[in-house]
C-alpha cells in the first residue's frame, strides 16, 4: 500500500521563478494538506484542499495556490520566489472525516538562490 | 505569544536515561493533541496522540493538562534509536490546521 507520494525529491530555482509541486495521497484518503518547513523550525500549515476546493487556508500570501484533482492528486505552486521559501515541503493526506490520522510524504526540498 | 512552545533542547541522554519533554499551547480551544517524531531529514510520523486521561504506548508516556495548557512526553530506557526530534502538535476544534512546535531534539548516547 503505497504511502503519500511527492515530486521531484529536490529542487532548486532562481528567485523569481514558479515552481510547482506535485502529491499523491495515501490510497483512501481524500484530503491533502501541506506544509511548509523552514530549517529548524516546525511545519506550518499552507492549506488544506478535499473535494478539489481549498477548504482552509494558514498564514501565507497569494504567491502559495494550489489544486486538487479529481483523482484527490494535488499540487503546489508558488509565484515569485523568494529566497525565504527555500524549505521542506511537506504534503500530508487524511480522511476527510475529522480523521487526524495524516500522513506525510517525505517532502520536496526547494532551494531558491 | 507562539501558539505551540516546546522546551529548546538539545537532550543528551545517555541510553537507558528516562527523559521528558513539555509543551504549553496557547490558544483554550485546542482539542486536539499530538506528539510526533521526525528524523533528520525525514518527514514526521505520528508517535501518539495525547489523550486528557494521560496514555501509554510502551515506553513512551503522554499526558495532558488542560487547566494548565500544558502537555508532556516521557520516555522511559532511552534507546539509540529514540534519537530524534519530537514535536508537539496542536488541533483547535473546527479547524483542518495542524499547528508544530518547533521540535525537541534529543540525541540518545552510548
Known amino acids: 500500500d503505497a504511502g503519500v507520494t511527492q515530486s521531484p525529491t529536490h529542487l532548486i530555482k532562481t528567485r523569481g521563478q514558479q515552481v510547482t509541486l506535485r502529491c499523491s495521497p495515501k490510497s483512501g484518503h481524500d484530503t491533502v494538506s501541506w506544509y511548509q518547513q523552514a530549517l529548524g523550525q516546525g511545519p506550518q500549515f499552507i492549506f488544506q484542499?478535499?473535494?478539489?476546493?481549498?477548504?482552509q487556508r494558514g498564514n501565507f500570501p497569494d504567491r502559495f495556490s494550489g489544486h486538487q484533482f479529481p483523482n484527490y492528486s494535488s499540487e503546489l505552486n508558488v509565484n515569485a520566489l523568494l529566497l525565504g521559501d527555500s524549505a521542506l515541503y511537506l504534503c500530508?493526506?487524511?480522511?476527510?472525516?475529522?480523521?487526524?490520522?495524516?500522513?506525510f510524504g517525505s517532502g520536496t526540498r526547494l532551494t531558491v538562490v | 505569544r507562539k501558539e505551540v512552545e516546546q522546551d529548546p533542547g538539545p537532550f543528551n541522554v545517555p541510553e537507558g536515561a528516562t527523559v521528558a519533554f513539555n509543551c504549553t499551547y496557547s490558544n483554550s480551544a485546542s482539542q486536539s493533541f499530538f506528539w510526533y517524531r521526525q528524523d533528520c531529514r525525514k518527514e514526521p510520523k505520528l508517535l501518539m496522540s495525547?489523550?486528557?486521561s494521560g496514555n501509554e504506548d510502551g515506553r513512551f508516556t503522554a499526558q495532558l493538562n488542560r487547566a494548565s495548557q500544558y502537555i508532556s512526553l516521557l520516555i522511559r530506557d532511552s534507546k539509540l534509536s529514540d534519537s530524534a526530534t519530537y514535536l508537539c502538535v496542536v488541533n483547535l476544534g473546527g479547524s483542518y490546521q495542524l499547528t508544530f512546535g518547533k521540535g525537541t531534539k534529543l540525541s540518545v548516547i552510548p
Open positions: 495525547v489523550y486528557s
Open positions: 500530508a493526506s487524511s480522511g476527510q472525516q475529522g480523521d487526524y490520522g495524516y500522513t
Open positions: 484542499y478535499y473535494e478539489e476546493e481549498e477548504r
